[in-house]
């Protein structure tokens, strides 16, 4: 990671972008008392890619050397030559997105190592076993990982970029007639394990938290299937703007047949909706996954897809603004080095509103107050279906009994064009990884909205 790119901008003839990357990640988990992981993952590599006479021309090496840098250069332009005999496309130059040079803070040398971690998450799991004897599984895990990006385009772009993200995950199991009942909760976000947690007893209150729900799902209903008015808390709202509609908006999906690509410049939500793919910075702090330039070297933009119920925009690498005519927005990303930048969201959120989201709760005469999901799917159609793993009932404006595991489903454009309240609150979802054909983080999340959803029944 200290090779100096610069040194070989000499080599860079056509449109060509230079990077070396390395991702780091630590698991440690505890399963029942025992320590079950305890792994950490290097890969680091150098990767080209070479824009010539219409074709892309890709190679990656994983040693980040001279020898390296030489070869994917080299690789990469022979690629792209090939590929434009093969295949003959019109020459047409990509966008210039101008001379830029961004540098993140560097990562600090004094980073914890496992067997510094491995007593944290001991003692956290002694408090679980030790209050809560009634719970028949326990589960504490640690997962940190690192990206650290140097880039150089022909351009003339250079850029550094280090995210940092740590996480804790802490699930409970009670057994409720032979079946097993359970609780997940993921705590942390962006930063070191030492900036985002400074003691176990920290958690502790959080851990009671999930308990008691816990436990008010184990004496849950059955929710009754059909259409119905929901409060959907920020972590249902996340999952649906970034599944159902951040998707729809990508422009590569755009091409190959999305629906958004015949709504462009028309409704597809209710006025109150606004949704926003962020690069860095919102709503005056930084963003879970700050981007600020892309590995195509784009200065990221913020891509506004909603704007007041109007679909506005979609989201771009330098190809596809160039085939939309518009500027890119900076939305090009790879996970590893051996990958391909693709158009991949960033922090995909709907704005906040007025409402305050006890009110929403309060003026619902039969519905649902819904608050965890679990993994989710949708289509280009906008379809979507989620799980939920915490909800309650609400009759009469109060929230009433917990309700067991469910699904929500629909169409996203016809569900956001039900939306009648957005409250106040915003929260973002940080521990997110999208898996569109690579992994990658992503940030998500949003106010509470009331909408008519389809949920499951028994």
Known sequence: MNTNLFSYK???????ELR????????ISFLQGDNTTNTRLTTSGVSARVYKKGAWGFASHPEISDKGVRFVLDTATRNSNFLAAKEPQPDIPLPHGGVTTDRDTPEPQNQLRSEDLVPFLKEI????????????????SLNCSELKKTLLNSDGVSAYSYLPRSFIAIGMTVEQ????????????GRGQFTDLF????ALFSKID????????????IFAEAGLKTCVLAPELTGILAHEAIGHTCEADLVLGGSIAGSHLGHPVASPLVSLVDFAHTALGATCPVPVVVDDEGSAAQDAVLIDRGILKGFLHNKESARHFGVAPTGNARAFRFSDEPLIRMRNTAILPGTAKLEEMIASLDDGYYLMRPSNGQADTTSEFMFGVTLGYEVKNG???????DTTISGMAFQVLQTVSQV????????GGMCGKKQLIPVGMGGPALKCQVMIGGR
């Not at 007639?177 to 942390?188: M, N, T, Y």
């Not at 929230?399 to 067991?404: F, P, S, V």
Request: aromatic share 10%; glycine share 6%; net charge positive.
């Open 125 to 140: 799991d002694h408090y679980i076993a030790t209050k809560y004897p009634r719970i028949s599984s326990r589960t504490v």
């Open 423 to 430: 409250s106040q609150e915003f929260k973002w979802i940080s």
């Open 10 to 16: 000499h080599l860079l003839s056509a449109y060509t």
């Open 398 to 404: 109060k929230l009433g009994r917990a309700i067991k």
């Open 209 to 220: 938290w999930l308990y008691e729900h816990l436990m008010r799902k184990r004496e849950g």
């Open 198 to 201: 400074t003691a176990p007893e």
């Open 20 to 27: 070396c990357q390395e991702n780091n990640s630590l698991v």
């Open 177 to 188: 007639e032979g079946a097993p009942v359970r609780l997940q909760e993921l705590f942390g």
